[in-house]
């Protein structure tokens, strides 16, 4: 008769305990994310695009709010407020004819609810200015 080695017993208790909590607990499971659990419209799609394009939904991700402004002027004084917010911001289409766009960059969760609270926060600093959130994207690393 084999005996097994404490390192064998642990990996076999391991291996039976994980298949109890599995059939006792079956809706822990971790499901990949389906197209399905996001919200339909853009937002949604941005979303659901992120995580094709292999950004994790469950951890957090630096994210560039795009803000459309009249003028550079007036996107110039939005940067400096929202640099005070919290937010990495900066020009990003500066010599646009039709107006200027600022970006500013903040780690979300990569959740609809936080993307959009986000998004509200930056239009309420924006607003002064004559802003207004436009789009957004995930970062590159």
């Known amino acids: 008769m084999k005996h097994n080695t404490d390192e064998e017993t642990q990996?076999?208790?391991?291996m039976v305990f994980?298949?109890?909590?599995?059939?006792?607990?079956?809706?822990?499971?971790?499901?990949?994310?389906?197209?399905?659990d996001y919200p339909s419209g853009p937002e949604g799609d941005a979303i659901w695009q992120a995580i094709e394009n292999g950004v994790s939904p469950k951890e957090p991700v630096d994210i560039d709010f795009y803000v459309a402004f009249p003028d550079k002027e007036k996107g110039k004084q939005f940067e400096e407020l929202v640099n005070e917010h919290g937010y990495?911001?900066?020009?990003?289409q500066a010599d646009k004819s039709?107006?200027?766009?600022?970006?500013?960059?903040k780690t979300v969760d990569l959740d609809h609810t936080a993307i959009t609270a986000e998004q509200r926060k930056i239009d309420q600093?924006?607003?002064?200015?004559?802003?207004?959130?436009?789009?957004?994207?995930?970062?590159?690393?």
């Not at 994980?18 to 197209?35: F, G, N, S, W, Y």
């Not at 039709?98 to 960059?105: I, L």
């Not at 600093?125 to 690393?141: H, I, N």
């Open 98 to 105: 039709d107006g200027y766009t600022s970006s500013c960059t």
């Open 11 to 14: 990996r076999e208790e391991t």
């Open 88 to 92: 990495d911001a900066c020009a990003d």
């Open 125 to 141: 600093l924006a607003k002064p200015f004559e802003g207004k959130t436009d789009s957004w994207d995930t970062v590159s690393k």
């Open 18 to 36: 994980k298949l109890i909590k599995k059939a006792l607990h079956p809706e822990q499971e971790v499901q990949p994310p389906k197209r399905e």
